[in-house]
């Protein structure tokens, strides 16, 4: 079944040039989508339609088959409850005068979910796999790996239909995203996902289907096999090609 579509989306930011250009695809519930592209192509304008935060000029995005109304407040809370993101950069997305607590149980406050509050914050801790001493700490004591672990408990802790991740471990060094794209792809058993990035690798060892966006259009669209194995585009090829290999033994 399908969670999320987009139909012809088009998208100006006021009277300038289309930012993106009859934008179709789909997001079937539990799969993990990855769209890709390079910086400019159109990605984080996408994420803010899809956080309802600008409304597409032509076109439409359904979620569960009901049309998302960036205008219809009491709507776009219900869509809360079901949608988090995680973004980029785990230094700002933090309030550092808080505890990792309140910060974890803040969508839950929000989004006025009822029940213990602290023990799903607990829960949510233990799954990205942090110490429930976490807690009681404030961003500061924490490296850019954790600070993500604690920005996807954060995104988890409501327990959402749908992942938003917005280059969800680009800032973070080698081997810690490494350890990262793994608890991505554990919590993309449970949830649906869709994960943006400009980097092939990341979304290609993640991902089961693959979009990839250039300057606004949707150039290719597939499985990541098909894709890996054939890309049709020069576009998708000249991304695969920029992904590091490891040297091949004579
Ligand atoms: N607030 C804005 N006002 C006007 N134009 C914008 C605005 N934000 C983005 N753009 C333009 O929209 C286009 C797409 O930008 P967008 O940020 O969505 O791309 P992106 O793929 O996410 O790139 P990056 O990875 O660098 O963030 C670019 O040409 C950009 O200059």
């Known amino acids: 079944m399908t ?4 139909e012809n989306v088009g998208f100006s930011y006021g009277k300038g040039q289309r930012v993106l250009e009859d934008i179709s695809f789909t997001v079937p519930r539990g799969s993990n989508v990855g769209l890709v592209g390079e910086s400019g192509s159109g990605k984080s304008t996408l994420l803010r339609l899809l956080l309802g935060l600008e409304r597409p000029q032509t076109g439409r995005i ?8 960036a ?3 009491p709507a776009m809370r219900a869509y809360r409850k079901r949608v988090q993101a995680v973004f980029q950069d785990p230094y700002s997305s933090l309030n550092p005068a808080h505890r990792i607590r309140r910060i974890v149980t803040e969508p839950l406050r929000s989004l006025k979910v009822p029940g213990d509050h602290l023990a799903m914050a607990q829960e949510a801790i233990a799954a990205v796999g942090l110490s429930p001493d976490t807690l009681d700490r404030h961003p500061h004591q924490f490296s850019g790996g954790q600070r993500q672990r604690i920005a996807i408990a954060r995104a988890i802790v409501s327990r959402p239909e749908l992942i938003l991740a917005d280059e969800a471990v680009s800032a973070l060094d080698l081997s810690t995203r ?3 794209v793994d608890l991505f792809e554990e919590i993309s058993e449970r949830m649906t996902m869709l994960f943006v990035s400009h980097d092939m690798g990341v979304v290609a060892a993640l991902c089961d289907r693959i979009v990839v966006l250039d300057r606004g259009h949707i150039v290719e669209a597939g499985e990541t096999a098909t894709i890996l194995n054939a890309p049709q ?6 991304l695969l090609d920029s992904i590091p290999r490891m040297p091949v033994a004579p």
């Not at 359904?62 to 049309?67: S, V």
């Open 3 to 6: 969670l999320l579509t987009l």
């Open 62 to 69: 359904l979620f569960d088959g009901a049309p998302l109304e």
């Open 71 to 73: 205008r219809d407040a």
């Open 178 to 180: 490494v350890r990262v």
């Open 233 to 238: 585009h020069p576009y998708t090829r000249s």
